[in-house]
Nanobody, 117 residues
Framework: QVQLVESGGGLVQPGGSLRLSCAAS????????MGWFRQAAGKEREFVGV????????AYADSVKGRFTISRDNAKNTVYLQMNSLKPEDTAVYYC??????????WGQGTQVTVSS
């Protein structure tokens, strides 16, 4: 059993920044990667970015590339999503997810990010 706890969401003005955190606990030893996804109201959930846990390599959706950065703290089993130059269209509930044996099997509860003036 894996538990993922997100934090760091909130209200920010366009052009501002936020950092989301996702702390993993439980049976994380077989973790392949940690990913971030988001879901805006009335829309389907979409991929934001992912970090391979062994290599640390990252990949991002085109819509956030150059603005969002994923990092990690191995000792804390925590992954971060640094979001800069935020736009109103980034407004969504953001979820972290743990990839285990090829699939995103565990999901956090989500944290709301609202970009508005």
């Amino acid at each position: 059993q894996v538990q993922l706890v997100e934090s760091g969401g909130g209200l920010v003005q366009p052009g501002g920044s936020l950092r989301l955190s996702c702390a993993a606990s439980g049976r994380t030893f077989s973790m392949d990667a940690m990913g971030w996804f988001r879901q805006a109201a009335g829309k389907e959930r979409e991929f934001v970015g992912v970090m391979d846990w062994r290599s640390g390599s990252t990949a991002y959706a085109d819509s956030v590339k150059g603005r969002f950065t994923i990092s990690r703290d191995n000792a804390k089993n925590t992954v971060y999503l640094q979001m800069n130059s935020l736009k109103p269209e980034d407004t969504a509930v953001y979820y972290c997810a743990l990839k285990d044996r090829g699939y995103f099997r565990s999901w956090g509860q989500g944290t709301q990010v609202t970009v508005s003036s």
